[in-house]
């Protein structure tokens, strides 16, 4: 542990990941707790109010401004951070664990299954993703969980091509062909042996897929098939506010930002994690 | 070579099936769309009449089978929205969607290619730091964010640009620009570390030992091999943009395939999807499979394994 610290205190990158991604998963967690507006009331009286930045900490103080219907953006960008958060860690860690699984399996059995599995997976990538997932969220309907599974559906099979090419080349390692020959069983062989070999890429590519769900989320959002109103969510606070691109610049501008640097940050992290469990890289340096 | 070429193809039917397959039955969960096309007020008799005329009735495996084969002919069934063949209603879409795209492709990949070579090529300077963060951001930015930002700019503060919909080259630029953002910075954050691997290469040092001008080494023992990612990558981006289209699309109201498909999907027009999503993974197939070739053409090893 004391070495991946003191690695990710010296890059620059890697730490202004880490950091932005601790803000906003603090950010998600403590908005209930934040003295924040109400995301979902709506106010008459203060409707698409600008951002004003005088007076911040009063009660009535509005930093990003407000939405057509009197409800300050930045509660519900916090809010939304939660929505979005759940739905992409849910998504991340369903996705990475049948992929993962799957990958095991056909890496260690080859055969009938691999062809069979490995045929899926070319079948699903001629598909693409973005419509697969608009296809089944508008068949199967827009709630959170079912977002979890679309967005799990459209990333299992990255897991399971990479892991399934570990996963040849680990089971005909001596340590695997040894557990083999003591008699330890197949289960035991993937899961005490084989899994704990292929964390690393796992975790790799479990980062940057989590950057590309919190777009598609948003991107399905945006198109009215995210999480439905009244809870907040940032791409439909995007589709909503674009209507009102001509007089209030700010309510389509925020939201957007906030995807941005969640992303950013994300991505940031996951680079910084494949630069440094890549050994080629690392003798390099 | 032959040989080669006719197992990617029947590969590329066996994907294309596949996806018919799956699009048929998710769209079937969507909704029964008889109930949406009669009159308000209509019987059930009549949902039922409706139902028959259009072959709902009939078990869902007959349908698929039927669907199947109708498809094999070109016959994707009767959009019920527009009341003609679906398959029209898709394919005089595709040249909007496929034009857009195409440009993306071609001028992100130029930019990202040029400015990826930059940040390879002068390591360590700022030109390499402005390109690597340009991609970082770029990679980030979610594209329908991005398209609402250059509307905001040049169609509202400056009045330049129309703010969507298609008609003339002007209509290109902004959903153009928007798309080729995202093509550039990940072509320019590939090739870069690509360029970066393959500079540390023997027979790079070997190249340049033996007395070749810089020239000579960098076209044609560098860039040849650091393209082979970038080829891969470009089949990889081509789905995102077939896909990403439904998004775009409706951002800039621009009259392709994808938002076709989201009004097919809002409408339960089944045939409709189902045209349009075959037709999208109908190219995209097909564009891998020029992948597939150039890769080749690129590198011979993998032609022989």
């Known amino acids: ?285 | 070579m032959t040989r080669y070429l006719l197992t990617k193809l029947i590969e590329a039917f066996i994907a294309i099936w596949g996806v018919v397959t799956i699009v048929f039955f998710v769209s079937r969960i969507l909704g029964d769309p008889a109930v949406l096309l009669v009159p308000v007020g209509a019987g059930q008799q009549e949902i039922d009449n409706l139902r028959a005329a259009l072959g709902l009735d009939r078990p869902l495996l007959e349908q698929y089978f039927h669907s199947l084969l109708s498809m094999l002919k070109g016959d994707f069934g009767i959009s019920f929205q527009h009341t003609r063949p679906a398959l029209d209603v898709v394919l005089e879409r595709t040249p909007a969607t496929a034009s857009l795209a195409g440009l993306a492709l071609l001028f992100g990949t130029l930019i990202g290619a040029a400015a990826g070579a930059i940040a390879a090529l002068m390591r360590g300077t700022v030109a390499e730091f402005i390109v690597m963060v340009a991609a970082l951001l770029g990679q980030a930015t979610p594209t329908f964010w991005l398209g609402i930002m250059l509307i905001l700019l040049f169609s509202v503060e400056l009045g330049l640009l129309p703010t969507g919909g298609a008609g003339t080259w002007l209509h290109y630029i902004l959903p153009g620009l928007t798309l080729s953002v995202f093509v550039s910075a990940s072509i320019a954050r590939l090739l870069r570390s690509s360029l970066l691997d393959i500079m540390r290469e023997d027979y790079v040092r070997t190249a340049r030992a033996k007395g070749l001008m810089p020239r000579t080494v960098f076209f044609w023992h560098i860039a040849r091999n650091a393209l082979i990612p970038v080829v891969t990558m470009i089949g990889i981006i081509a789905g995102e943009l077939l896909g990403g289209s439904v998004v775009i699309e409706t951002v800039f109201a621009w009259p392709g395939v994808g938002r076709v498909i989201v009004q097919g999907i809002q409408a339960q027009d089944f045939p409709v999807i189902q045209a349009g999503v075959t037709l999208v993974a109908a190219i995209f197939v097909f564009v891998n499979l020029l992948v597939d070739l150039l890769y080749g053409v690129l590198d011979p090893r993998i032609r022989r394994g």
């Open chain 1, 1 to 285: 542990m004391k070495p991946f610290l003191s690695a990710l205190l010296r890059s620059r990158a890697g730490l202004f990941g880490f950091v932005l991604v601790m803000l906003f998963v603090a950010g998600a967690i403590l908005a209930p707790y934040l003295g924040l507006a109400s995301p979902i009331r709506s106010s008459l009286t203060s409707r698409m109010v600008a951002p004003t930045w005088t007076g911040l900490f009063s009660p009535g103080a509005h930093p990003l401004g407000t939405d057509e219907l009197g409800r300050d953006i930045l509660s519900r960008i916090l809010y939304g951070s939660r929505t979005t958060l759940l739905i992409a860690a849910g998504a991340v860690i369903l996705g990475g664990a049948v992929g993962t699984l799957l990958g095991i399996v056909a890496g260690y059995y080859r055969g009938i299954v691999d062809r069979i599995l490995m045929r899926v997976v070319d079948i699903q990538l001629a598909l693409p993703l973005m419509l697969l997932a608009l296809l089944v969220v508008a068949a199967v309907g827009a709630s959170t969980q079912n977002l979890v599974i679309v967005l799990a559906l459209t990333s299992w099979l990255r897991y399971a091509r990479i892991i399934r090419g570990q996963v040849l080349a680990l089971r005909e390692r001596e340590f695997i062909l040894s557990a083999h020959a003591i008699g330890a069983g197949t289960w035991r062989i993937m899961i005490k042996h084989l899994l704990p070999n292929v964390m690393t890429p796992v975790l790799v590519i479990a980062t940057l897929e989590l950057a590309r769900i919190i777009i598609m989320d948003a991107a399905l959002s945006f198109l009215g098939l995210g999480v439905q109103p009244p809870s907040p969510s940032w791409g439909r606070m995007l589709a909503d506010g674009r209507v009102y691109i001509t007089t209030a610049w700010w309510i389509v501008t925020f939201p957007g930002l906030a995807i941005l640097l969640t992303v950013l940050s994300v991505n940031l992290l996951g680079d910084w994690l494949r630069d440094y469990f890549d050994p080629k890289l690392r003798t390099a340096r």
